[in-house]
């Protein structure tokens, strides 16, 4: 199954340094970022508990 970064919807098969992870709030939902997203600190957010994260 295709991996997609929560924030920029890229596939993280194609971008370096990309992590999975569970939101740190609810721990309900695998949260997937990209190397770049991450990079840039770009905002995420839990689609189940609304937590916000860089």
Known sequence: MKKECIS???DISA???SVIFDC???G???I???GKCRGLSTDYR???CDFVGP
């Open 8 to 10: 920029c919807k890229v």
């Open 15 to 17: 971008v370096n340094n």
């Open 24 to 26: 740190p709030s609810c």
């Open 28 to 30: 309900k939902v695998e």
């Open 32 to 34: 997937v970022r990209c």
């Open 46 to 48: 839990c689609p189940n």
